[in-house]
């Protein structure tokens, strides 16, 4: 069974930014007042990459997204190491 996992969502008053995993990719899913970006990748590395190229993603919205997504790596990093 193919689920869409959300692997970090960032919320702020400027937007919204959502790295999603389905299937083996990673959709890149951010949003503000007036804007709306989609796509996907093969990999979250790729897909962080990709959000510096969104122009509409303020600076601090696209700081506080890879900074959620290095704690969530982080997270999993030390999970898997415990199981």
């Given at each position: 069974m193919n689920v869409t996992r959300h692997?970090?969502?960032?919320?702020?008053?400027q937007g919204r930014v959502r790295f999603l995993i389905h299937a083996g990719r990673v959709s890149l899913?951010?949003?503000g007042q007036g804007w709306h970006h989609d796509s996907t990748h093969a990999t979250l590395d790729a897909a962080a990459t990709f959000l510096a190229?969104?122009?509409?993603?303020?600076?601090?919205?696209?700081?506080?997204?890879?900074?959620?997504?290095e704690r969530q790596l982080q997270f999993d990093q030390t999970y898997r190491g415990a199981a």
């Open positions: 692997y970090c969502d960032t919320r702020t008053e899913r951010a949003e190229a969104v122009p509409q993603v303020p600076g601090d919205l696209y700081r506080q997204a890879l900074d959620e997504l």
